[in-house]
């Protein structure tokens, strides 16, 4: 069993008979007190933000997570088919997992799934995206002065924002965490 000093940020650890993603580990000496570690750590399962301190030397259940790159080949249900590319062996993940980010998702993606005894448990998109516009408002001359933004649709259905220049057809690079408009890609 590993202690407080052997946490570090990004490591899974169970706290109170959750799996839980620590976010921010901190040392702290004050004055005449006993040192203590300052946690903050995210629950995989609802993905709600718990605080906590530890004592110096405290007993923690480090658990260990496995990474795999998986390619998206189509939803069943209320799962997404996927597979890897190595053995081609198709894995169900269930949708709910993506969270928000599920409206940029599209056929032939690579997906990063955390797999715990080989249950998956947490599955995110590449951190940027290349999606195409395909429906937005006409852009008026001479209106890209301003940092002012529209809606626009993209090639999945989903709604983002854009600058007044972007228009259909062209080809944007967006943020899969926050659904924010980065820059317009060049071909």
Same mark, same amino acid.
């Given at each position: 069993?590993?202690?407080?000093?052997?946490?570090?940020?990004?490591?899974?650890?169970?706290?109170?008979?959750?799996?839980?993603?620590?976010?921010?580990?901190?040392?702290?000496?004050?004055?005449?007190?006993?040192?203590?570690?300052?946690?903050?750590?995210?629950?995989?399962?609802?993905?709600?933000?718990?605080?906590?301190?530890?004592?110096?030397?405290?007993?923690?259940?480090?658990?260990?997570?496995?990474?795999?790159? =998986?390619?998206?080949? !189509?939803? &069943?249900?209320?799962?997404?088919?996927?597979?890897?590319?190595? %053995?081609?062996?198709?894995?169900? *993940?269930?949708?709910?997992?993506?969270?928000?980010?599920?409206?940029?998702?599209?056929?032939?993606?690579?997906?990063?799934?955390?797999?715990?005894?080989?249950?998956?448990?947490?599955?995110?998109?590449?951190?940027?995206?290349? =999606?195409?516009?395909? !429906?937005? &408002?006409?852009?008026?001359?001479?209106?890209?002065?301003?940092? %002012?933004?529209?809606?626009?649709? *993209?090639?999945?259905?989903?709604?983002?924002?854009?600058?007044?220049?972007?228009?259909?057809?062209?080809?944007?690079?967006?943020?899969?965490?926050?659904?924010?408009?980065?820059?317009?890609?060049?071909?």
């Amino acid at each position: 069993m590993a202690d407080t000093g052997d946490i570090s940020i990004g490591m899974f650890i169970r706290y109170n008979g959750e799996l839980c993603q620590v976010v921010e580990w901190q040392h702290r000496t004050p004055g005449n007190l006993r040192a203590f570690y300052q946690g903050k750590m995210r629950v995989v399962r609802t993905g709600k933000l718990v605080e906590n301190r530890f004592r110096s030397g405290e007993g923690m259940d480090i658990t260990y997570v496995e990474y795999k790159m =998986l390619q998206y080949l !189509y939803k &069943e249900n209320e799962s997404l088919v996927l597979m890897d590319k190595d %053995t081609y062996e198709q894995i169900y *993940v269930q949708a709910d997992l993506l969270g928000d980010s599920i409206k940029f998702l599209k056929e032939g993606m690579d997906l990063k799934v955390s797999f715990e005894n080989d249950q998956p448990i947490l599955a995110e998109l590449p951190n940027f995206i290349e =999606l195409v516009i395909t !429906y937005t &408002e006409p852009g008026l001359r001479g209106d890209t002065a301003t940092n %002012t933004l529209k809606a626009a649709t *993209v090639d999945t259905g989903a709604e983002i924002r854009v600058p007044l220049f972007i228009n259909e057809g062209d080809k944007v690079r967006v943020d899969s965490r926050t659904g924010d408009y980065m820059d317009r890609v060049k071909e």
